[in-house]
């Protein structure tokens, strides 16, 4: 018997939309939309998640069926994340609504939190020990791979647009290989007033223009990077891993049979992770070298270390890791309605001049030839080397980070994405210490 799936037709895609038949999304999203624009759908976390859904099911369709946008561009949470930033662009989403959904993605509820958390956690716990202290103890000089390489390629196309070397480095690459906005940009601008005297806000003004625009280099680099992967298996792994290993990822929700108690546990796992991570940030070691740490960084140390140890019982790592492919699967479409209502088409379109797309290009590709040679000869497959320490360093952080690492298909490589957010961003801002007090 031939094994050969038999593919479907447009209206059997379409015919199911979320496990759904299309008249029944149909008649749930209609219900959704009306009690949303007459305003009685009220703005908590079950309006959120209503919302969320109807925007994430049809785009996230939308987006694996479209030719060319599927295989060569991202796919279905790509296509959430900018047709969501179209959506709001238009004003089709109420502002009341577009303020619930950043405020609980990002806000005071910051449900973006807890999908991060559950993704390290997951991630980390069911490597190999081996792989994963050989993993994390060749991931610095990767970022720093991909950081050199920005820089040497922003400054030979400078140099065709007339911006010397050291106002590439400041102007251009030091932004975009800060570690988003809020751990890059901002702290940037600060460390410039401070040095130059100058007002943080003429640095900053621009420092997120070209950092946008890089941005969206990085998302569609990310969906280039797996579809090359695609093409040429030998580049990269399974999307779960980032360097070749004997022993495979360790399943446990395969071997391990997980109760309810099981995931009680993770999730309290999970919260302790994250408490350490903010007694570290905010109490004892919130600066190194005078560079901000984020908590992220901390409870990845820590999760690392417990991890190596051998001390989480088999029972919980398979319920972490149950944990995390739900939010993958699930939680990871509401979040990207997230990104998208975050992100500001115009601010795009403002900056949008040649010469600034042309330079941005050239960071983001220099960023991916640096950390691939250079996780290349530390034993990491180079495309996933390039995606999580070269365009999650040259994205828009946590958010960023997400975005890229939803086009590329690689999720669980959300760990080393937010090293390179949170540690890189980290070394970039004492290079610019350093580098402002020199030549500013």
């Given at each position: 018997m031939s094994e050969t799936k038999e593919k479907k037709s447009l209206w059997q895609e379409f015919n199911d939309?979320?496990?759904?038949?299309?008249?029944?999304?149909?008649?749930?999203?209609?219900?959704?939309?009306?009690?949303?624009?007459?305003?009685?759908?009220?703005?908590?976390?079950?309006?959120f998640i209503a919302v969320c859904c109807v925007i994430s099911i049809l785009l996230n369709k939308v987006g694996k069926l479209l030719p060319i946008w599927n295989t060569y561009i991202g796919g279905g949470l790509l296509m959430i994340f900018f047709g969501t930033a179209v959506l709001k662009q238009f004003n089709l989403i109420p502002e009341t609504y577009v303020t619930l959904i950043?405020?609980?993605?990002?806000?005071?509820v910051n449900i973006l939190n807890v999908f991060i958390m559950a993704l390290i956690t997951g991630s980390i716990l069911s490597?190999?020990?081996?792989?994963?202290?050989?993993?994390?103890?060749?991931?610095?000089?990767?970022?720093?791979?991909?950081?050199?390489?920005?820089?040497l390629f922003g400054t030979a196309v400078g140099l065709l647009f007339g911006v010397s070397p050291v106002d590439m480095v400041i102007k251009y690459v030091l932004p975009i290989m800060g570690g988003g906005n809020g751990a890059g940009a901002v702290p940037l601008s600060q460390i410039y007033e401070q040095i130059s005297g100058e007002p943080a806000a003429n640095y900053y003004s621009f420092a997120i223009i070209i950092l946008t625009i890089a941005n969206v280099f990085c998302i569609v680099a990310g969906a280039l990077l797996n579809r090359l992967g695609q093409v040429k298996p030998?580049?990269?792994?399974?999307?779960t891993s980032i360097m070749p290993v004997d022993t495979k990822l360790i399943k446990?929700?395969?071997k391990v049979k997980v109760g309810l108690n099981d995931y009680c546990g993770a999730l309290l796992l999970l919260g302790t992770i994250f408490a350490v991570g903010r007694l570290f940030s905010k109490m004892i070691l919130p600066t190194i070298f005078g560079a901000q740490i984020h908590n992220f960084a901390y409870s990845i140390i820590f999760v690392v270390i417990i991890a190596a140890l051998g001390v989480i019982p088999a029972n919980i790592k398979a319920a972490a890791k149950n944990v995390q492919g739900f939010m993958v699967s699930v939680v990871g479409m509401l979040t990207m309605v997230a990104m998208g209502v975050d992100f500001d088409l115009m601010e795009l379109v403002a900056a949008a001049s040649p010469s600034n797309i042309l330079i941005a290009l050239v960071?983001?590709?220099?960023?991916?030839?640096?950390s691939a040679i250079v996780g290349k000869l530390v034993g990491f497959y180079p495309i996933d080397s390039a995606i999580t320490a070269g365009l999650c360093m040259a994205n828009r952080g946590g958010s960023g980070?997400?975005?890229v690492l939803g086009a590329a298909n690689r999720l669980e490589l959300i760990s080393y994405a937010q090293l390179s957010s949170r540690?890189?961003?980290?070394?970039?801002?004492?290079?610019?210490?350093?580098?402002?007090?020199?030549?500013?």
């Open positions: 939309l979320g496990g759904m038949p299309l008249w029944l999304y149909a008649l749930c999203s209609l219900i959704i939309l009306a009690v949303m624009y007459t305003g009685a759908l009220g703005t908590d976390i079950t309006a950043g405020d609980m993605v990002q806000g005071d490597l190999d020990r081996g792989v994963l202290l050989r993993s994390f103890g060749g991931y610095i000089p990767a970022i720093l791979g991909g950081l050199v390489g920005a820089a030998s580049l990269t792994g399974d999307g446990e929700s395969v960071i983001v590709i220099g960023a991916i030839v640096g980070d997400i975005a540690v890189g961003g980290g070394i970039v801002l004492i290079i610019a210490s350093f580098f402002f007090s020199f030549f500013l």
